[in-house]
């Protein structure tokens, strides 16, 4: 939050216009808010202010672009500017500062030794430093993608904050990562040439939980799920579908431990190699070339062959 306090002022209007806005000669700066002589030069310099600079009041461009680059330094939930000891146009102008409390240490409650190494290797937050809000959400939200990604796809953290007299703080990151969730279902929408079950085999890490495989679990993993996508449409090009795509998945939960996915696909045209022609071979006969890359006219247009064909798998 910033802004700009004053004294009240008149305005007035002649010829209908509003009467212009009073300028003022800054005779000195003061700072409030923090103690060290260092850090309240740093704020003036910070500010762009300086004594003998002529200023618009109330709130001139160059009083709002002070405030804007104090803010910016992130070391400070509060900023306001007001003057004081007017002679004249000449004033003192206080700028007030409110310091973001610095981080003394912080704590990963709930998990294991392993996951707690993991992942403070990726939170921002560093003792000695400024912690701001956005520092506190953006540590959580590394813990939900961390576990996200391991299936505990409802996770909650609860921060409990306990700051000094010197403002400095200490937070505890309470991690509640509740149950993995398992694909209780997965349905396909827009396809007639292949059936849900064919589909589904082409999905080699994402699978419904079925009794028979109870020793699985089959835990709901986001990079994983991302990937099958990938090979559900690798299974309609592999059978000629070159135009096939995903037009729509989404995910939706089942229960307290389950999910739900629905995925509509578009599959287009299926294409047939009608005719090989090879431009440039002196070397090798066109049918030689052909068979090394598996191709044959009349047969399916099979792109992932081709592609491993001619990359090597790359």
Partial sequence: ??????????SSRAGG?????????IQQIKVKGVQDQQTRQFVVQSSGLSTGQQITLPA??????AIRSIYDLRLFSDVAIYRQNQ???NITLVVEVTPEPTLSSYRLNGIDGGDRKDLKKDIPLLKGSPVRPSDVERAKQIIKNFYEKEGYLRTEIDVERSVSDRNRVTLTFNVDR???IEVKRIRFFGNEEFDDGDLQGAMTKT??????????????KENEYE??????????????????????????????????IDVTVREGNR?????????????????????QLGLSEGEVYNVKALDENLYGGQ
Avoid at 1 to 10: E, H
Avoid at 272 to 289: H, K
């Fill in 1 to 10: 939050m910033s802004g700009f306090a004053q004294t009240p002022t008149q």
């Fill in 17 to 25: 216009q509003s009467a212009a806005r009073p300028t003022y000669t």
């Fill in 60 to 65: 001139g461009d160059a009083v709002a672009q």
């Fill in 87 to 89: 002679s004249g146009n």
């Fill in 178 to 180: 509740k149950k993995k």
């Fill in 207 to 220: 699978r419904e939980n079925r009794w028979w495989r109870f020793w699985k679990g089959e835990k709901f």
């Fill in 227 to 260: 990937e099958d996508l990938d090979r559900v449409i690798d299974h309609y090009r592999e059978h000629g579908y070159y135009d096939a795509q995903i037009v729509q998945d989404s995910t939706y939960y089942m229960g307290n431990d389950g999910l739900g």
């Fill in 271 to 291: 294409y047939y190699v009608s005719d090989i022609t090879w431009e440039g071979n002196s070397v090798y006969p066109d049918r030689a070339l052909s068979q």
